[in-house]
């Protein structure tokens, strides 16, 4: 029990504990439409997407180990993540 | 050789970035760019149908039930942590690192279960890849992805063997690394396909 608790005692346990409540939150705003919110059209969709894309930058960061793995490594995958979030966020929003 | 391994060590404190480590063998990390890399196009490729014909796309990802995608997506990042802790404890040689790799197996055993009710569910609603082009894209990428879960189960499986073990060798511990981060790469994915399927519309 002793090795376990050492084991958790990461920063790895926050971000994930970060990553469920951004996880409910995202799930709550994407399924009750917020007063006020249905005009915003893809809005809500991309704002969902840009938290999504902040979550996949800390498990790549902190699960993967990419914040302590060779720079060309991180570069790759900072860039996926920006790439990734403009195209989407266009698409989202130009429907 | 010892001249040799004793210049190894010696050079080492001289590079330039001599903490930064590169988790799992090379040819690992080939594999997970390559596989991100194909999600991306597909999830541009998704939202770039989407745009012929939003109204069907909104309509139809209503007949999808974000429980199941929540759940999954908590069940994932769950498994994610154990993986994580399992890895520390295989490098430290402390705890139990097998039992944490057993867990992020049922996770990966429970998330399936839940593809299997959240399928039939849509098949006994007549809802299939032929209903129209939303369902198809539905049922190829969570598919895809669900593939990826089956293989990282296996990966899980082969990592427990090895942190039953009381002595591993470099490479054994590259593998029990580079499966952790395939594993992960199966969470990210999951992260993005999540709220591009259930939520955003």
Redesign the interface.
């Known amino acids: 029990m002793v090795d376990i608790i050492y084991l958790a005692r990461t920063r790895s346990t926050l971000v994930w504990a970060a990553l469920v409540a951004a996880t409910i939150g995202t799930w709550w705003l994407g399924v009750h439409s917020l007063p006020g919110l249905e005009d915003v059209g893809g809005g809500v969709g991309a704002f969902v997407i840009f938290v999504a894309m902040i979550k996949v930058r800390f498990v790549a960061i902190h699960f993967m180990e990419i914040g302590n793995a060779p720079l060309a490594l991180r570069l790759i995958v900072e860039l996926y993540c920006v790439a990734l979030l403009s195209v989407i966020s266009i698409l989202l929003l130009v429907t | 050789m010892s001249v040799l391994e004793r210049s190894d060590t010696s050079a080492e404190p001289m590079a330039a ?1 001599p ?5 799992g063998e090379v040819g690992v ?1 080939v594999f997970i ?1 390559g596989d ?2 194909i999600f ?1 196009v597909l ?2 490729t998704y ?2 149908g ?2 012929g014909d ?1 109204d069907l796309f909104n309509s139809s990802q209503s007949a999808l039930n ?1 429980d199941f ?2 759940v999954n ?2 069940l994932l ?2 498994s ?2 154990l ?3 399992g890895v ?2 295989v490098k430290e040689r ?3 690192g097998a039992w ?1 790799f057993l867990g992020a197996i049922a996770c990966g055993l429970a998330f399936s279960a839940l593809k299997v009710i959240e399928y039939s569910d849509k098949a006994s609603h007549g809802l299939t890849p032929a209903t129209n082009d939303f369902f198809m894209y539905y049922f190829v990428l969570t598919g895809l992805h669900w593939f990826h879960v089956a293989l990282g189960i296996l990966v899980l499986i082969a990592m427990t063997h090895f942190a039953r073990k009381d002595d591993l060798t470099d490479q054994q511990v590259a593998f029990v ?1 580079g499966g ?2 395939f594993w ?2 199966v ?2 994915l999951w ?2 396909l ?3 399927l ?4």
């Not at chain 2, 903490?19 to 988790?23: A, E, M, N």
């Not at chain 2, 259930?198 to 519309?201: D, I, R």
Request: a positive charge; hydrophobic letters at 50%.
């Open positions: 970035t903490t930064r480590h590169l988790p990390w760019l991100m890399a991306a999830f541009v939202l770039t989407r745009t939003v974000p995608g929540l997506t908590l990042l769950t994610s942590l993986v994580v802790m520390r404890s402390r705890g139990p944490f690394e952790a981060c992960h790469m969470d990210l992260i993005v999540f709220p591009l259930y939520l955003a519309h």
